[in-house]
């Protein structure tokens, strides 16, 4: 199994920058892809970002596209999202997800997605 943990949500003006983490551990795996779904109050999942092994392959959202970087460090078996100009509607959960194994491309859809963290809430005053 494989467990991931987020960190560094809080509470932000619109504006302002935070920077996510989520550190895998248990079974990882080296050649998987990790990213962040979000999800707000009332409203369903919506992809983010995420990005496989060797940086080849990175997909942004069209909303979080120019604002948000996603990166990992694989020695650390972590993936970063750093996010900037944050938006009073970026406020959401966070969730960290990761692949078992390599996949051919980055895909948005969540069901494709094997482990999931338990998230990390992002709020953004406006």
């Known amino acids: 199994q494989v467990q991931l943990v987020e960190s560094g949500g809080g509470l932000v003006q619109a504006g302002g920058s935070l920077r996510l983490s989520c550190a895998a551990s248990g079974r990882t795996f080296s050649s998987n892809v990790m990213g962040w779904f979000r999800q707000a109050p009332g409203k369903e999942r919506q992809f983010v970002a995420a990005?496989?092994?060797?940086?080849?392959?990175?997909r942004y959202a069209e909303s979080v596209k120019g604002r948000f970087t996603i990166s990992r460090d694989n020695a650390k078996n972590t993936v970063y999202l750093q996010m900037n100009s944050l938006k009073h509607e970026d406020t959401a959960d966070y969730y960290c997800v990761s692949t078992s194994g390599p996949r051919v491309g980055v895909q948005a859809a969540g069901a494709l997605y094997d482990y999931w963290g338990q998230g990390t809430q992002v709020t953004v005053s406006s």
């Open positions: 990005i496989n092994w060797d940086y080849g392959s990175i």
